[in-house]
């Protein structure tokens, strides 16, 4: 059976600042998807990571459906009305346009989908990341489907001798989208190259070479393209289908335990580590530190299991601490240096104002 899995993700509220969803907001969401999916869903399962509430659902309408998409838009807006009746904090702030216009792409909200005929088993892992950007996903998944180092199956399995396919975007360029497929193994060096750059070359898609079939697709929106300005980080979403000719589970998981250093800590304007943490956890620590979740199911005619929590392990517990620490030390350094991003990446323009302002005021010796 042909089906379409869509992660569709969005900030429309949240308490104490922009730390996790309220009961009633996930609620509003979950019983408005219920109600209006009725005859276009399959399955659905509603979440949270950090401030950030995200519907997953199966149906056979295929990627980009307007209905779907408009199901999903609609559902944020009934959340954002319960989140303005509680006096949440930032109601609705990802929905970026005032009426819906055939596809929730490019309108603020986070889209990940893939359709595919369905293995006779189907597992596959959804990721959510808070407080960070789509390019936090590029080390990891680079490494999970091109590095035998993290990637045995690549050695191992002849299902995966081929290599994979990556998609990558250039999400500077707002008007079209600009992308790139490239092949690992052979062009590894090129892939390395883009991926090193976060904020600008990003994952949209990976294949696998044996078949042809899709392995991840992954949100690519970078709300300040869309804005014209900051309005808060990304956030992304993605989906990956492991076993048989994708990675393993745990092959896909090994890279996480770096804690590597994302944007979007405080503020969405610092560079902190990406800790993965265990299902629905919210935001502590100088908002933050940036969180990755990740919830594991098998999907049968579009029905989901229950979703097994990846990170929630003891052995993930250790990499929390070792995380915890590489957090702590960037933070020693406040603003300075590497641990603030640059202008073009933060997210309050006042800084700019300041160094105007403060521009004039300098003279030059002699
Ligand atoms: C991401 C997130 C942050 C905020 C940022 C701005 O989920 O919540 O990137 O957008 O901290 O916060 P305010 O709007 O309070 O200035
Ligand atoms: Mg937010
Ligand atoms: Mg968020």
């Keep these: ?10 900030d429309i509220g949240s308490i104490g600042g922009h730390i996790i969803p309220s009961k009633a907001l996930i609620n509003e969401v979950k019983n408005f998807v219920q109600e209006n999916g009725k005859n276009i869903i399959i399955d659905s399962y509603i979440s949270h990571t950090g401030d950030d509430i995200a519907i997953l659902c199966t149906h056979e309408r ?6 779907i998409h408009k199901m999903a838009w609609d559902a ?38 893939m359709e595919f005929e369905e293995r006779p ?14 390019g936090a996903y590029n080390l990891p998944f680079y490494l999970a489907f091109v590095d035998p180092m993290y990637c045995a199956g ?56 044996n078949t042809g079939n899709q392995a991840a697709s992954i949100s690519t929106t970078r709300l300040h393209n869309i804005a014209g300005k900051y309005t808060g980080k990304d956030d992304p979403v993605a989906l990956i289908r492991v076993q048989g000719e994708f990675p393993a589970t745990g092959e896909v998981l090994a890279p996480f ?14 560079i ?21 979740t990740g919830a594991a199911f098998c999907v049968k005619e579009g029905k989901f299991t229950e979703p097994a929590d990846v990170f929630d392990h003891p052995f993930w ?24 991003l640059p202008y073009s990446e933060l997210e309050y323009g006042g800084i700019v104002d300041k160094l105007e302002k403060l521009d004039k005021k300098f003279t030059f010796k002699d």
């Design 272 to 292: 902190g580590p990406l800790m993965p943490c265990k299902l629905n956890t919210s935001i502590s620590y100088f908002d933050g530190p940036p969180v990755v």
């Design 1 to 10: 059976m042909k089906i379409t899995l869509s992660v569709l993700k969005a």
């Design 317 to 340: 517990d250790y990499v929390r601490m070792q995380v915890s620490e590489k957090a702590i030390i960037i933070r020693r350094q406040g603003f300075s240096g590497a641990a603030m």
């Design 154 to 209: 690549l050695i191992l399995s002849p299902k995966m001798s081929a290599g994979f396919t990556f998609r990558i975007v250039d999400v500077e360029h707002t008007e079209k989208d600009k992308i790139i497929d490239l092949n690992a193994p052979e062009d590894i060096y090129d892939i390395a190259a883009l991926l090193r750059d976060n904020e600008r070359y990003v994952i949209e898609s990976i294949y696998a070479r």
């Design 121 to 134: 088993n189907e597992p596959f892992v959804f990721f959510a990341a808070d407080k960070t950007d789509p």
């Design 76 to 113: 944020f807006i009934a959340g954002t009305a319960v989140a303005k009746e509680q006096g949440l904090y930032g109601a609705g702030q990802d929905l970026l346009k005032d009426a819906f216009s055939g596809n929730i792409k490019g309108m603020g909200p986070a889209v990940a989908e």
């Design 257 to 270: 335990q770096i804690g590597h250093f994302v944007a979007g800590f405080m503020r969405g304007s610092h």
């Design 62 to 67: 295929g990627v980009s459906d307007e209905k």
